[in-house]
């Protein structure tokens, strides 16, 4: 059964800076693309970074020059690497992966269970 964990969450200062990582654990054909969301109180989930099987990098505005994603395909792992951090961004993030689980199972979005993050002024 596929499972992805999040890590990384925390309490930072603005200006700080924090990392997530993402874990996908359980049997899988094939990793396609990953990606972070983040879901604040009272606002509807939103992107923040994808990237894809091959390296390739999309993010929102918001974050863009301050958050960098990256994995490492050996151990199924998707990162998060968030600088300069503002009070905006303090939300739930959650990992998001395009997996497909066995040869003949289809793609399927899996979600992780998320991890706090909150900036403080």
């Known amino acids: 059964q596929v499972q992805l964990v999040e890590s990384g969450g925390g309490l930072v200062q603005a200006g700080g800076s924090l990392r997530l990582s993402c874990a996908a654990s359980?049997?899988?054909?094939?990793?396609?693309?990953m990606g972070w969301y983040r879901q604040a109180p009272g606002k509807q989930r939103e992107l923040v970074a994808t990237?894809?099987?091959?390296?390739?990098?999309n993010y929102a505005d918001s974050v863009k020059g301050r958050f960098t994603i990256s994995r490492d395909n050996v151990k199924r792992t998707v990162y998060l690497q968030m600088n300069s951090l503002e009070p905006e961004d303090t939300a739930v993030y959650f990992c998001?992966?395009?997996?497909?689980?066995?040869?003949?199972?289809?793609?399927?979005?899996?979600w992780g269970q998320g991890t706090q993050v909150t900036v403080s002024s």
């Open positions: 359980g049997s899988m054909f094939g990793i396609y693309t």
């Open positions: 990237i894809t099987s091959d390296g390739n990098s």
């Open positions: 998001r992966g395009t997996i497909k689980p066995t040869l003949v199972l289809p793609l399927s979005i899996y």
